[in-house]
């Protein structure tokens, strides 16, 4: 078995804690982008909170048409439909625009930090570690970092806020019929659980063979002319083959882990929100009720699985980040 590249064999700590990790990076790189990610996060609030107005006015806008047939009110809630609209789009261009600017700050003040530690270190360290491990650790640092707290910021933000929203929603129209959406959420938490391990692995393993990749362009690079003077390209292009097949194997293996939770979540989403409407069409046939409870509680369960699904992979992503921030 080939052996571990110095920087890389001994940068993988995984039994670190996952929030000691998250704690150091907002405290040494987070603490100064604090303000930026307050505004962020209100911005993301109001985002959330646009997002469950419309589903909650649904059912007076089904009403109105159908029911009541009230001009003045369906002119009324169209135009405030349409305001939510526009605060919505311009809170998500907000929130947006300052996470981008953010993670080009982190990942610049990142990238000198590392720099400078590098410079710190004796010759005898840069015996032990190629460039191309090192040009590793520096990318992969800065961006993981970046990506970390930027996913924290998002997760926790836009797609838990509008979560917690929309399933305010859904207690309000319907208490029995939400909390049979509700338990749809353990199962999310569960499946993606039981991916995460293996994406740690496969994360890990496809750093260690980028870098051995880098390692070897960087060598071709360099050795050319003896390369050259032995004849020996033919050899340098096989072996750079078959690195590159490697990489690009554990890469195709990370996708289909990082997607396959995706059919068993939209199984169990499906069951729970076609049980819902179900049950709720049949509640509602039997009696005298306008309709639009119903709808407005379909539609707040239909947009609640998509942000579910994000909080619930926000894990995964997260894993990949902190391969990246291990390496440190």
Same mark, same amino acid.
């Given at each position: 078995?080939?052996?571990?590249?110095? !920087?890389?064999?001994?940068?993988?700590?995984?039994?670190?804690? &996952?929030?000691?990790?998250?704690?150091?990076?907002?405290?040494?790189?987070?603490?100064?982008?604090?303000?930026?990610?307050?505004?962020? =996060?209100?911005?993301?609030?109001?985002?959330?909170?646009?997002?469950?107005?419309?589903? =909650?006015? /649904?059912?007076?806008?089904?009403?109105?048409?159908?029911?009541?047939?009230?001009?003045?009110?369906?002119? &009324?809630?169209?135009?405030? !439909?349409?305001?939510?609209?526009? !605060?919505?789009? =311009?809170?998500?261009?907000?929130?947006?625009?300052? &996470?981008?600017?953010?993670?080009?700050?982190?990942?610049?003040?990142?990238?000198?930090?590392?720099?400078?530690? &590098?410079?710190?270190?004796?010759?005898?360290?840069?015996?032990?570690?190629?460039?191309?491990?090192?040009? %590793?650790?520096?990318?992969?640092?800065?961006?993981?970092?970046?990506?970390?707290?930027?996913?924290?910021?998002?997760?926790?933000?836009?797609?838990?806020? %509008?979560?917690?929203?929309?399933?305010?929603?859904?207690?309000?129209?319907?208490?029995?019929?939400?909390?049979?959406?509700?338990?749809?959420?353990?199962?999310?938490?569960?499946?993606?659980?039981?991916? %995460? *391990?293996?994406?740690? %692995? /496969?994360?890990?393993?496809?750093?260690?063979?980028?870098?051995?990749?880098?390692?070897?362009?960087?060598?071709?690079?360099?050795?050319?002319?003896?390369? *050259?003077?032995?004849?020996?390209?033919?050899?340098?292009?096989?072996?750079?083959?078959?690195?590159?097949?490697?990489?690009?194997? !554990?890469?195709?293996?990370?996708?289909?882990?990082?997607?396959?939770?995706?059919? =068993?979540?939209?199984?169990?989403?499906?069951?729970?929100?076609?049980?819902?409407?179900?049950?709720?069409?049949?509640?509602?046939?039997?009696?005298?009720?306008?309709?639009?409870?119903?709808?407005?509680?379909?539609?707040?369960?239909?947009?609640?699985?998509?942000?579910?699904?994000?909080?619930?992979?926000?894990?995964?992503?997260?894993? *990949?980040?902190?391969?990246?921030?291990?390496? *440190?």
């Amino acid at each position: 078995m080939a052996k571990q590249p110095a !920087v890389l064999s001994n940068s993988f700590d995984w039994d670190r804690r &996952l929030f000691s990790v998250i704690s150091r990076l907002a405290r040494e790189t987070g603490s100064a982008h604090l303000g930026s990610y307050l505004a962020a =996060f209100a911005l993301t609030a109001i985002v959330a909170g646009t997002t469950a107005a419309m589903a =909650f006015l /649904l059912e007076d806008v089904v009403n109105e048409i159908f029911v009541e047939r009230d001009l003045s009110a369906i002119f &009324l809630l169209a135009g405030v !439909v349409f305001g939510i609209f526009v !605060v919505r789009g =311009f809170a998500s261009f907000g929130y947006g625009v300052i &996470l981008s600017r953010v993670a080009n700050a982190i990942v610049l003040e990142v990238k000198v930090r590392c720099y400078k530690h &590098l410079m710190s270190k004796e010759p005898s360290f840069f015996a032990r570690s190629s460039s191309g491990e090192l040009m %590793t650790l520096i990318n992969a640092g800065s961006k993981g970092a970046s990506g970390l707290l930027n996913t924290i910021a998002v997760g926790m933000g836009r797609d838990f806020l %509008t979560v917690i929203a929309l399933i305010g929603v859904l207690l309000v129209q319907d208490t029995e019929l939400a909390l049979g959406v509700i338990v749809a959420v353990p199962i999310f938490a569960l499946i993606v659980s039981q991916a %995460t *391990k293996r994406l740690r %692995t /496969l994360s890990r393993k496809t750093l260690q063979l980028s870098a051995a990749l880098n390692n070897r362009i960087r060598a071709s690079i360099q050795g050319v002319r003896v390369a *050259k003077a032995f004849g020996i390209e033919a050899e340098l292009e096989k072996a750079m083959q078959r690195n590159a097949a490697d990489v690009r194997s !554990v890469a195709n293996k990370q996708a289909i882990v990082s997607n396959r939770v995706t059919p =068993f979540t939209e199984i169990v989403g499906g069951t729970a929100v076609a049980g819902c409407i179900a049950f709720g069409g049949w509640r509602l046939s039997g009696t005298d009720e306008p309709p639009g409870a119903l709808i407005s509680f379909i539609v707040a369960a239909l947009m609640v699985y998509d942000p579910a699904r994000r909080v619930s992979q926000a894990r995964a992503s997260i894993e *990949k980040h902190l391969v990246g921030d291990r390496i *440190k």
